[in-house]
C-alpha cells in the first residue's frame, strides 16, 4: 500500500504481487492539503519501486516513514518492495523569520537586501553593502559572530536573522601620536 499523508484519512494506492499498477495514483486534495504523493516507477525486473512526494505551497517534504520509522529525507524514493509496505509522505507548514539588514556606521555605507521583514523559510536571501567614498567592507555579522567576508553575500533563511554589514576606513586615522625617540 503507497499513500500520501495529505491530513487524515489517507488516500491508498494498491500494488498486486507483480508489482503493476492496479489503481493508479490519481489524490484529490483537501482543502487543507500538505502535499501529494505518489508512484512514479514500477520496475517489474528488480522489483523496485519509485515514489515521489510534492509539498503544496506553503509546505515542506520532510521524510518517508514505514510503519513509523524513517526510511528516507528524499522526496524520490527507491525500495525494494518486499511484502506489503505503507508508504507514509510527512510534510510540515513552512516557517517564517524576521529578517532584517543594518551597518555598523551609516557614513561609511548602506546595504539592503533582496527580501527584509517576513520571509519564508529555505528562502535565498541576498544581502549588498555599499561602502560610501574610499570606505571599505568588511565582512557580514550575526550577533556578532562573522557569516561572511564574501559581498554581496547570500543565504539560505533558516532562522531569525539580522546582518550587520561592517565597515571600515580604507585610511584609518591614527588614535595615538607615536613617540619618536632620538639618541
Not at 12 to 22: G, H, S
Not at 79 to 97: I, P
Not at 129 to 147: D, R
Request: aromatic share 8%; charged share 15%.
Amino acid at each position: 500500500i503507497i499513500h500520501p499523508d495529505i491530513i487524515r484519512p489517507l488516500v491508498p494506492c494498491i500494488i498486486d504481487e507483480t508489482l503493476k499498477f492496479v489503481n493508479p495514483v490519481k489524490l484529490s486534495a483537501p482543502a487543507i492539503a500538505r502535499g501529494t504523493a505518489g508512484i512514479t516507477e514500477v520496475t517489474n525486473q528488480t522489483g523496485y519501486v519509485t515514489i515521489s512526494a510534492q509539498p503544496a505551497e506553503g509546505y515542506k517534504f520532510i521524510n518517508w516513514t514505514v510503519a513509523g520509522e524513517e526510511v528516507s529525507t528524499s522526496a524520490i524514493y527507491s525500495d525494494l518492495e518486499a511484502g506489503d509496505k505503507e508508504y507514509v509522505a510527512n510534510f510540515r507548514a513552512l516557517k517564517v523569520f524576521n529578517v532584517s539588514v543594518l551597518v555598523n556606521n551609516a557614513e561609511m555605507g548602506s546595504a539592503s537586501a533582496s527580501q527584509t521583514g517576513s520571509v519564508v523559510e529555505d528562502t535565498q536571501v541576498t544581502f549588498t553593502a555599499t561602502p560610501v567614498g574610499e570606505n571599505k567592507f568588511e565582512n557580514w555579522k550575526a550577533n556578532g559572530v562573522i557569516v561572511s567576508l564574501k559581498n554581496p553575500y547570500t543565504a539560505t533563511i533558516t532562522n531569525d536573522i539580522e546582518l550587520v554589514a561592517n565597515f571600515t576606513d580604507k585610511y584609518p586615522q591614527l588614535t595615538t601620536v607615536p613617540t619618536i625617540y632620538i639618541n
